[in-house]
Nanobody, 123 residues
Framework: QVQLVESGGGLVQPGGSLRLSCAASGFTSDDYTIGWFRQAPGKEREGVSCISRRDDTYYEDSVKGRFTISRDNAKNTVYLQMNSLKPEDTAVYYC?????????????????WGQGTQVTVSS
């Protein structure tokens, strides 16, 4: 059974940092592109950052230079390091997996999804 489990969300002040983790089970994560999406209240879900099995990466424009995606295939885990957080980064963050390019996953979504973790940026 394929599972993606997110962790690491929480409340942080503007300018702060968080690291999200997406732990995969039921499949070998290095066969898949894995990415992070977010959905804020009243807004559509958007692809934030995705990383392919060849470590090709995609970043949404608003997070470039602030967020970094990485993967540890030995741990079947993908990370999203988020720095210089802004209130507009507040959302539920989901990870997803698909056998596709990083661009395709982030723009089209994936076959497998986690349950999400809340990130709130507020003073």
């Amino acid at each position: 059974q394929v599972q993606l489990v997110e962790s690491g969300g929480g409340l942080v002040q503007p300018g702060g940092s968080l690291r999200l983790s997406c732990a995969a089970s039921g499949f070998t994560s290095d066969d898949y592109t894995i990415g992070w999406f977010r959905q804020a209240p009243g807004k559509e879900r958007e692809g934030v950052s995705c990383i392919s099995r060849r470590d090709d990466t995609y970043y949404e424009d608003s997070v470039k230079g602030r967020f970094t995606i990485s993967r540890d295939n030995a741990k079947n885990t993908v990370y999203l390091q988020m720095n210089s957080l802004k209130p507009e980064d507040t959302a539920v963050y989901y990870c997803a997996a698909e056998k596709s390019s990083s661009w395709y996953l982030c723009r089209r979504g994936g076959a497998y999804w986690g349950q999400g973790t809340q990130v709130t940026v507020s003073s």
